[in-house]
Antibody, heavy 123, light 112 residues
Framework: QVQLVQSGAEVKKPGASVKVSCKAS????????IHWVRQAPGQGLERMGW????????NYAQKFEGRVTMTRDTSINTAYMDLRSLRSDDTAVYYC????????????????WGQGTMVTVSS | DIVMTQSPDSLAVSLGERATINCKSS????????????LAWYQQKPGQPPKLLIY???TRESGVPDRFSGSGSGTDFTLTISSLQAEDVAVYYC?????????FGQGTKLEI
């Protein structure tokens, strides 16, 4: 079945970096975008950006520009999100999600979600 | 940026009754070239990732029960659950994808 499986929980110190992986299966990886969304404890959803599974082109939310890098490895159908210079307010669940594609193109509608990766930033 | 505002923040509805959640965008999300509203709704239950319910403002995702419906156009949208079931307890989010920088509403918590 179509699914996204993310890497496990991480605990990091302030100033460190974290890299979260997202392995896709059950569909053509290069035919879709992978989006990253985070959710701080008890809070709403916050878009971080996307990567085109085919070209590798990226788009980052302005808030994360300079601190985030999204990459993908098409040989293993896996996308990655690397967040640097971590702060306590980066503590959140990080989700990857597949962008919906249909006959009229691909749009930022997230039809398949990973299970989430908890990243805790604490000294 | 387009700001999405949902109302109410929380809502309690009896089983079998109708639940209505509103979402307002700071600018129109109706795309003239395809005449479609770039608006989606998601359901998130505790401890789970969000689940896509509706896109193009009113198109139900495959497998979503038909008690869920979406309506509206331009800047004002509504998610309606026609007959609330116990399993519908969740937080609901609207999302605009009119521009590359998509954005979510703050969420509406639905309780019995």
């Amino acid at each position: 079945q179509v699914q996204l499986v993310q890497s496990g929980a991480e605990v990091k110190k302030p100033g460190a970096s974290v890299k979260v992986s997202c392995k896709a299966s059950g569909y053509t990886f290069s035919g879709h975008y992978i989006h990253w969304v985070r959710q701080a404890p008890g809070q709403g959803l916050e878009r971080m950006g996307w990567i085109n599974g085919n070209s590798g082109a990226t788009n980052y939310a302005q808030k994360f520009e300079g601190r985030v890098t999204m990459t993908r490895d098409t040989s293993i159908n896996t996308a990655y999100m690397d967040l640097r210079s971590l702060r306590s307010d980066d503590t959140a669940v990080y989700y990857c999600a597949r962008g919906h594609c249909s006959g009229i193109g691909c749009h930022d509608v997230f039809d398949i979600w990973g299970q989430g990766t908890m990243v805790t930033v604490s000294s | 940026d387009i700001v999405m505002t949902q109302s109410p923040d929380s809502l309690a509805v009896s089983l079998g009754e109708r639940a209505t959640i509103n979402c307002k965008s700071s600018q129109s999300v109706l795309y003239s070239s395809n005449n479609k509203n770039h608006l989606a709704w998601y359901q998130q239950k505790p401890g789970q990732p969000p689940k896509l319910l509706i896109y193009w403002a009113s198109t139900r995702e495959s497998g979503v029960p038909d008690r869920f419906s979406g309506s509206g156009s331009g800047t004002d949208f509504t998610l309606t659950i026609s007959s609330l079931q116990a399993e519908d307890v969740a937080v609901y989010y609207c999302q605009q994808y009119y521009i590359t920088q998509s954005s979510f509403g703050q969420g509406t918590k639905l309780e019995i």
